[in-house]
Nanobody
Framework: QVQLVESGGGLVQAGGSRRLSCAAS????????MGWFRQAPGKEREFVAA???????YYADSVKGRFTISRDNAKNTVYLQMNSLESEDTAVYYC??????????????????????WGQGTQVTVSS
């Protein structure tokens, strides 16, 4: 019954920036961790970033220093600010929500199987 609605995808030039949003509806997300994953054609879905309810964040090495994940709990919305975009960032980006264990560590947040709900995905294409 949970619905995640993404927005902000599109075409951007290399070196540019893009901000993705994911709004949750259908139920409250109190206590849920939120994550962003991406999948390029012919490749497996990979972890991008995650954020705990408390605000602690986790990033894939490939995006660390360029991407920033944040959330507005009052609005049930998570964001992904993407800067210094590269061609390799081209992919369908998915937001996800999960009720992870309080004992979950970095490796757990990187696993797609840990998330219970997923958005529809939004295409981000980085040119040149």
């Amino acid at each position: 019954q949970v619905q995640l609605v993404e927005s902000g995808g599109g075409l951007v030039q290399a070196g540019g920036s893009r901000r993705l949003s994911c709004a949750a509806s259908g139920r409250t997300f109190n206590g849920y961790a939120m994550g962003w994953f991406r999948q390029a054609p012919g490749k497996e879905r990979e972890f991008v970033a995650a954020i705990r309810w408390s605000g602690s964040t986790y990033y894939a090495d490939s995006v660390k220093g360029r991407f920033t994940i944040s959330r507005d709990n009052a609005k049930n919305t998570v964001y992904l600010q993407m800067n210094s975009l590269e061609s390799e960032d081209t992919a369908v980006y998915y937001c996800a929500a999960g009720s992870l264990s309080p004992f979950a560590g970095t490796v757990d947040y990187e696993r797609a199987s840990q998330y219970n709900y997923w958005g529809q995905g939004t295409q981000v294409t980085v040119s040149s």
